[in-house]
């Protein structure tokens, strides 16, 4: 049988305050990479329980644990706003339309450059956790398998937890339930 999307939620906190997940213990050589994948429908939910319950909960234990959480949708307004092109985007859309607008936007928006500027602006020496949740909004200017294959070097020792409104099976992401399979395959589910 199952768990329920709220079953699933309450098994998170206790796997990354645990020693083995901060420390990646147990992962074959592999760095902590991990996906909680969740039903697309519940996002509202999902932002809640992260922002409500998930950090103030890891704020607080005993020791706290250093949790960053990125917004991949504010990381793309950010890098946009940063070269002065987000009134240019949002305006070839208005007069160009969405497939225009997206060429140009794949171009600015390559998954290693963003990679690497989120990882130098972060001081990752004092991070226990990075946490990536906005993936349904950033697509499809942003692919999330590209970006995690382009963090994968970058993050030292750091565990990273993605929350995925899809299905991870452990092979291969598909976004929305509904999408084409991205492949990868080094992250692992954090609830089954």
């Known amino acids: 049988m199952s768990q329920t999307f709220e079953e699933r ?5 206790p796997k990354l305050t645990s020693p083995e997940f ?3 213990q147990g992962l074959g050589n592999e760095i902590g990479f991990w996906i909680f994948d969740y039903p697309p429908e519940r996002e509202l939910d ?3 329980f992260l922002d409500g319950s998930i950090m103030p909960a890891l704020a607080k234990h005993q020791p706290p644990v250093r949790a960053v959480k990125i917004d991949l949708f504010d990381l793309v307004i950010s890098q946009l706003e940063d070269r002065k092109l987000l009134d240019k985007a949002i305006e070839m859309q208005r007069t160009q339309g969405d497939a225009k607008a997206l060429e140009s936007l794949r171009r600015v928006l390559k998954e290693d450059k963003l990679a690497e500027r989120l990882v130098a602006e972060l001081d990752m020496a004092n991070i226990d956790l990075m946490i990536l949740s906005g993936v349904g909004a950033v697509y499809p200017m942003l692919r999330t398998h590209t970006l995690l294959s382009a963090l994968h070097p970058l993050m030292k020792d750091t ?12 092979y291969s992401l598909r976004l929305f339930n509904k999408l084409a399979e991205d492949h990868y395959y080094r992250a692992f589910r954090l609830v089954p």
Do not use: S
Not at 159 to 170: H, Q, V
């Open 9 to 13: 939620l309450n098994q998170i906190l």
């Open 22 to 24: 901060l420390n990646n």
């Open 159 to 170: 565990p990273l937890l993605m929350m995925y409104p899809g299905k991870y099976d452990g």
């Open 46 to 48: 999902m932002r809640d």
